[in-house]
């Protein structure tokens, strides 16, 4: 690709879907807020713990003005805000520690394990769509596309605890969980990688029915097209043919499509961090939601939305550049 | 020339008759797996009249065997009992919230497509709003502030699930109001209400249902994760998530039985029902064959 990028309308369309976001993101805050305010959940219990079962009413008090929990929730909820946006998200009750500590902590250990993933099913995805694509309808296609739906309605978490069950326990292979050794009291990056093994390939294999299906429809069409006709009775190589004209116009636009799919991965990351207690975001979220740590939950889920925004506008912008007739209007 | 051309590339798709005769075979095979989950899950409990709960401390986690086909958990209770059960009530919490969130997302979609403009756009904003928060973790959130209970669980569930039936209705709705017999209504001087009711609505109730039938299993499998993460169904009320959540010690003391057979349970139901709508789909619209090929 010898052409300039479009750099303004690129800058154009990201500045607008920017400020398409602030109301969201707003309306998501303000949407926590209420329902945690119509719920029966108690802050302050939640606070105070056992303690609470025997403190006195004024102690309570006490505690339920300390927090800032004895006023109306839009007032609570706008507090948070103004607090959010100097960066201070409030104190995670389950951690003990602040929640920006909580994200700086695990939000790398996540990417790590999204991006295996997504490199797995990538690889996956590519060589099975291909071989698929090339002869729709014949055996290999219709044996890996079963399999694909059967691991559409397989549960992540499932799929997770038989990995276990089969390389950590049957062949003792790979560990089953966390990040280390539980002996060990530094991470070391061999220790990792042994770890990240199972996660990564059960959140992989969880994202690659879409991919597969995706690439074998794209490299199938492609193959029927003209430019791969022309190629063929111009005489080249079958294997010219895949990589240069089918793969190229079958797989750019798929490829293209990851950013969107945000919001399956953190699906499958919730349940197979938790499955693997791989120290990560998710497993944090489930961990929060279990112990009704509110701060750390509110922040969470306004973080994955950004997320699932910020990953729709990356999509966007490679889906105008890798077919130019979509443009950057969006 | 074309033809030719075509006919001595190899991928051509396969004739015609060979495609029915599969597509006869994925009908008949889905149809008897659901007959088959629907009739053990409504005749199993009152016919069997055994406790699914039924202690036995003599038998637990036995493999599978002619006794106990699959086996049993780590209390000795009869694991194909205890699925069967399992899937009754995944069944039901899904059942249940589908009907709920059918009738949300057919309301707001046809709010938003029948009275157009302001409302519409507005609406569309936070259907697009929903469906920016991941779906896992908006019931995941919700739970979390309403547990415990079966309740909060149908409610999140119910929640996270309307979006798309809002879209269908809507865009439904939008392409049946410019169609003659709604101008014919109109000038006929009718009611905006009563073209709604008479004319619109019973015009996109099958899509509707075929969402709708569509979500059941996509429902369970939302209500089973937050089970499994100890999030939704109280343990007596134990739902195939509820199963694979308590097998979890006995599957690292290496006994694969109690978490293979309830996630079995999940899947069957889920590819059975996806079969079926895939026919259903290419009768609709018989020009763009579904891809599915089970």
């Known amino acids: 690709m010898s052409r300039r990028l479009p750099w303004a309308a690129m800058a154009r369309m990201t500045g607008r879907r920017t400020l398409a976001a602030v109301p969201v993101l707003l309306g998501v805050t303000l949407a926590v807020f209420a329902v945690a305010a119509a719920s029966p959940f108690d802050p302050v219990k939640a606070y105070a713990g056992t303690a609470g079962l025997t403190a006195s009413q004024e102690n309570l008090d006490q505690l339920r003005a300390n927090l800032g929990v004895d006023r109306p929730w839009p007032a609570q909820w706008w507090d948070w805000l103004t607090r959010a946006l100097q960066g201070d998200l409030g104190d995670s009750g389950v951690m003990r520690q602040p929640v920006a500590d909580v994200v700086a902590e695990r939000l790398g250990w996540s990417a790590l394990l999204a991006a295996t993933a997504f490199l797995v099913a990538i690889a996956l995805g590519t060589g099975l769509g291909v071989l698929a694509g090339r002869r729709r309808g014949g055996l290999l296609d219709r044996a890996v596309s079963s399999l694909a739906y059967t691991l559409e309605a397989a549960p992540a978490f499932w799929l997770g605890l038989l990995a276990v069950w089969f390389f950590a326990l049957k062949l003792g292979a790979l560990p089953a969980g966390g990040l280390t050794d539980t002996a060990s009291d530094t991470v070391t990056a061999g220790q990792v990688a042994t770890h990240l093994v199972l996660p990564a390939l059960v959140l992989g294999i969880s994202q690659l029915p879409w991919f597969f299906l995706y690439v074998r429809q794209g490299v199938g069409d492609a193959l029927e097209e003209d430019p791969v006709r022309g190629a063929r009775a111009r005489g080249l190589s079958e294997r010219t043919v895949l990589t240069g004209h089918a793969l190229r116009s079958g797989l750019l636009p798929v490829l293209t499509l990851v950013g969107s799919r945000v919001p399956e991965l953190i699906t499958g990351a919730l349940l197979v961090e938790t499955v693997f207690s791989w120290p990560g975001i998710a497993a944090a979220t489930v961990q929060a939601a279990v112990s009704a740590d509110f701060p750390l939950l509110a922040a969470l889920t306004v973080l994955a939305t950004a997320a699932v925004l910020l990953g729709n506008l990356l999509s966007d912008l490679l889906y105008g550049l890798a077919d130019p007739r979509v443009g950057f209007d969006g | ?294």
């Open chain 2, 1 to 294: 020339m074309a033809d030719t051309l075509r006919t001595t590339t190899r991928r051509r798709p396969r004739t015609a008759a060979p495609a029915d005769a599969t597509r006869r075979i994925r009908l008949w095979t889905s149809a008897l797996v659901l007959g088959a989950v629907v009739l053990a899950v409504l005749l199993v409990p009152p016919l069997v009249r055994l406790d699914e709960q039924a202690v036995d401390l003599t038998r637990k986690l036995l493999p599978p065997s002619w006794d106990h086909p699959f086996g049993t958990d780590d209390v000795g209770r009869d694991l194909l009992l205890r699925c069967v059960y399992g899937l009754r009530v995944s069944l039901l919490v899904g059942l249940v919230a589908a009907l709920a969130a059918t009738v949300i997302g057919t309301a707001v979609g046809a709010a938003a497509g029948a009275l157009g403009g302001r409302v519409d756009r507005f609406v569309m904003r936070i259907v697009d709003a929903f469906a920016s928060v991941p779906h896992l973790l908006l019931g995941i959130f919700v739970v979390a502030m309403f547990r415990p209970g079966v309740w909060p669980v149908v409610v999140s569930v119910a929640l996270t699930h309307w979006l798309s039936t809002a879209r269908i209705v809507r865009s439904e709705l939008l392409s049946l109001r410019s169609r003659p017999f709604v101008d014919a209504a109109v000038s006929g001087g009718a009611s905006r209400w009563r073209i709604a009711v008479r004319h619109l609505l019973p015009a996109v109730l099958p899509q509707a249902g075929l969402a709708a039938v569509l979500m059941v299993p996509h429902a369970m499998w939302h209500e089973s994760a937050l089970s499994f993460l100890g999030l939704g169904l109280p343990s007596h009320q134990a739902s195939l998530g509820n199963l694979v959540q308590g097998a979890r010690s006995s599957l690292l003391a290496g006994d694969w039985w109690p978490t293979l057979f309830p996630g079995l349970f999940l899947i069957v139901p889920t590819l059975a029902v996806a079969g079926l709508a895939g026919v259903w789909r290419d009768r609709l619209n018989p020009r763009r064959r579904s891809e599915l090929m089970l």
